[in-house]
């Protein structure tokens, strides 16, 4: 149900912060879905960055702990990722998805995607 539009890709310096929006659109629950950011980086596959249940449990992939941050503000239809400190090789199309739990496919709901943001981490 509804769209996502990611937000915030640019260039930046490798160090430097960055934070990552995705804004649900369409008159959407977004507290039935899960959450979750992936990456694909030139020349490489894509990858699942970042998750976020509907529950709050957030889970990384291993490059970007400690890094990466996940989080969501259902009440502004609206998650984010946090990114500091910032490496060359986190150049990349940036992506939100949400997805939804059993209970809500059953009930119509359907997983969606953005399309994508680019991040360009260069000095």
């Known amino acids: 149900q509804g769209q996502l539009e990611e937000s915030g890709g640019g260039l930046v310096q490798p160090g430097g912060p960055r934070r990552l929006s995705c804004a649900a659109t369409?008159?959407?629950?977004?507290?039935?879905?899960?959450l979750a950011w992936y990456r694909q980086a030139p020349w490489n596959e894509l990858e699942v960055v970042a998750t976020?249940?509907?529950?709050?449990?957030?889970n990384y992939t291993d490059p970007v702990k400690g890094r990466f941050t996940i989080s969501r503000d259902d009440d502004k239809f609206t998650f984010y990722i946090q990114i500091n400190n910032l490496q060359p090789e986190d150049t990349a199309v940036y992506y939100c998805?949400?997805?939804?739990?059993?209970?809500?496919?059953?009930?119509?709901?359907?997983?969606?995607w953005g399309q994508g943001t680019l991040d360009t981490v260069s000095s």
């Open positions: 976020i249940t509907s529950d709050g449990a957030t």
């Open positions: 369409g008159s959407i629950i977004l507290s039935v879905y899960a």
């Open positions: 998805k949400k997805t939804p739990t059993s209970n809500m496919i059953s009930l119509g709901y359907g997983t969606d």
